[in-house]
Nanobody
């Protein structure tokens, strides 16, 4: 059974940076597209970024494009999300997801597995 565990969340001031990590276990990491999603209080879950399983093609939501980088280390079975120039609007629970041999074409509906999330709070 695949297990995903996020880490790296916390409190950061506006303009700061964070790097989230998601460790993968219980399967063959390199066979999974990996994605990041977030959900702010009283808002729906939204796509943040993804990286495909074979050719590591990345995709970003317009709200984070240009200030975030998703990457993966197959040797460590870990996916990262580096976020810069954070604003209070980035405050949310951030969730890692895995899509078997996919790249989240259907957004969150493509996910086969989810982590439990890590909270990012950006203070103004």
């Amino acid at each position: 059974q695949v297990h995903l565990e996020e880490s790296g969340g916390g409190l950061v001031q506006a303009g700061g940076s964070l790097r989230l990590s998601c460790t993968f276990s219980g399967g063959i990491f390199s066979h999974y597209g990996m994605g990041w999603f977030r959900q702010a209080p009283e808002k729906e879950r939204e796509f943040v970024a993804s990286i495909s399983w074979r050719d590591e093609i990345t995709n970003y939501a317009s709200s984070v494009k240009g200030r975030s980088t998703v990457s993966r280390d197959n040797a460590k079975s870990t996916v990262y999300l580096q976020m810069n120039t954070l604003s209070p609007e980035d405050t949310a629970f951030y969730y890692c997801a895995a899509d078997y041999k996919g790249r989240f074409i259907r957004g969150g509906d493509s996910a086969d597995y989810w982590g439990k999330g890590t909270l990012v709070t950006v203070s103004s």
